[in-house]
């Protein structure tokens, strides 16, 4: 009852920017019936398609990649369940559905007792495995009190959250101590949800998944037909900034002017991470006199229709794993401000060379393991971006040294997803009774 007060207390007082942003972006419109009172019988029923299901929850469009290698998994090793796939955002939700099919995909509920239980009660899941860190406390007691074991894949835990929720242990303790398993990306990770009330028989250190995840092959259909709808030649060199924020954009597209007349060779492919600005990018790169050249709605390009002052726009959602393939310099964004970084894992994979800003908090380990073993640079601002790109240009070996570097990390760190399967299937494999003790 609680929760539920501090719940309707927060939607009261951010009602005004949840209403804006219905309005102006289209936002929270979707799924609304779904979210506040949970799933229908008969929907449940069409996602389960008469099998035992199991739960994959993934808050927006990085998680709903993460696991895909889960869902694959699952599905070839248990046939016999059904997978289904939740998430919380607009744009989740379209990649879950291109990824998994509308039929199993839904809005997940607001942690309101009365959507959750409604949700579980007609879903009737088997396990529940949440992506990362998604602690919400009713969806857990609850699920927990009806049987279903609650686990957490990939799970991370900053050194700051981790000390929010001890500074409450008395309201988050018992949250942390309902979960069955909990996959941790590394030691600091399980010692953080150990301290926070998670039994320690019940963490194991996985690694990340994110590592298994990265794609490595610029030889499939995804990556070379935007390398041929961006009119690519062999003797271009493509530099993507891809998850950027604002500020970014524009940084990256000062450098690219300062360069291009140097360097003809070089491209610029800009992809924001959020739909509501991909028109606010493109009048940035109008005004900047340069040609902006949009993915959702432009034709493919040749080397006759370039100029030295096109940029590459991409406004659609889910592609930037791809177009990763095609750069051959990569600055992740979210960096440069206090976002904390995206991925940079993906841009490493393909052997592109990579750079990112100052804050990378959210991927701190893995920028470290990357910068210490030469696979990427850290740059402080738009000045050190501009001379790596330029030595990037100038200096090839060097380029190409940086994304071998960081192609060996990867590989020497996968293996996340088969560890976090073995335990997903140990747990189904356990009696239902076991599943409700634990």
Not at 268 to 273: A, E, I, Q, Y
Not at 291 to 302: A, E, F, G, M, T
Not at 321 to 343: D, E, K, M, P
Not at 391 to 418: F, K, M, N, W, Y
Request: net charge positive.
């Amino acid at each position: 009852m609680f929760a539920n007060l501090l719940y309707a207390a927060a939607l009261l007082l951010l009602s005004p920017v949840i209403i804006y942003r219905m309005l102006r972006h289209g936002r929270y419109r979707r799924g609304v019936r779904e979210k506040l009172w949970g799933i229908s019988k008969t929907h449940a029923q069409s996602l389960t398609a008469g099998k035992s299901a199991v739960w994959l929850h993934a808050v927006s469009v990085g998680e709903v990649n993460l696991i895909s290698g889960l869902v694959k998994r699952l599905e070839a090793t248990h046939p016999e369940h059904q997978v289904v796939v939740s998430t919380s955002t607009d744009t989740g939700y379209d990649l879950a559905v291109k990824l998994y099919g509308a039929d199993r995909v839904f809005f997940c509920p607001l942690d309101f007792s009365w959507a959750v239980s409604r949700t579980l009660r007609n879903l009737m899941p088997e396990m529940l495995v949440l992506a990362e860190l998604e602690l919400w406390p009713n969806l857990i007691r609850i699920a927990t009190d009806r049987g279903c074991p609650v686990m957490v894949a990939n799970a991370r835990l900053s050194q700051r959250s981790a000390a929010g929720y001890q500074r409450f242990a008395f309201l988050t303790q018992s949250t942390f101590a309902r979960l069955a398993w909990v996959g941790a990306q590394n030691e600091q990770a399980a010692q953080r949800f150990a301290a926070c009330g998670t039994a320690a028989e019940r963490i194991e250190v996985t690694g990340s998944i994110k590592f298994d995840n990265a794609p490595s092959n610029r030889d499939t259909v995804e990556v070379q037909s935007r390398i041929q709808w961006a009119g690519v030649d062999p003797w271009n060199r493509v530099w993507v900034v891809g998850s950027t924020q604002p500020g970014e954009e524009i940084m990256a597209i000062k450098i690219f002017k300062s360069l291009i007349a140097e360097h003809p060779e070089l491209r610029l492919v800009l992809v924001p991470r959020h739909v509501e600005r991909f028109d606010a990018v493109a009048t940035l790169v109008s005004n900047a006199g340069l040609n902006v050249h949009r993915r959702s709605i432009d034709p493919s390009l040749d080397q006759a229709s370039w100029s030295a002052g096109t940029v590459i726009l991409v406004d659609t959602i889910g592609e930037l794993r791809h177009w990763w393939g095609v750069s051959h310099i990569a600055t992740v964004g979210g960096s440069f401000g206090t976002r904390g970084g995206q991925n940079m894992l993906e841009p490493g994979a393909y052997g592109s060379a990579v750079s990112f800003g100052p804050d990378t908090k959210n991927f701190k380990e893995i920028a470290n393991q990357l910068i210490d073993a030469g696979g990427a640079v850290r740059v402080a601002d738009a000045a050190q971006l501009r001379e790596f790109v330029e030595r990037c240009l100038t200096d090839i070996p060097s380029a190409d040294a940086l994304g071998r570097a960081a192609r060996r990390v990867i590989s020497e760190h996968q293996g996340a997803t088969q560890r976090t399967v073995s335990a997903l299937r140990r747990q189904l494999h356990r009696p239902q009774q076991q599943r409700h003790a634990a």
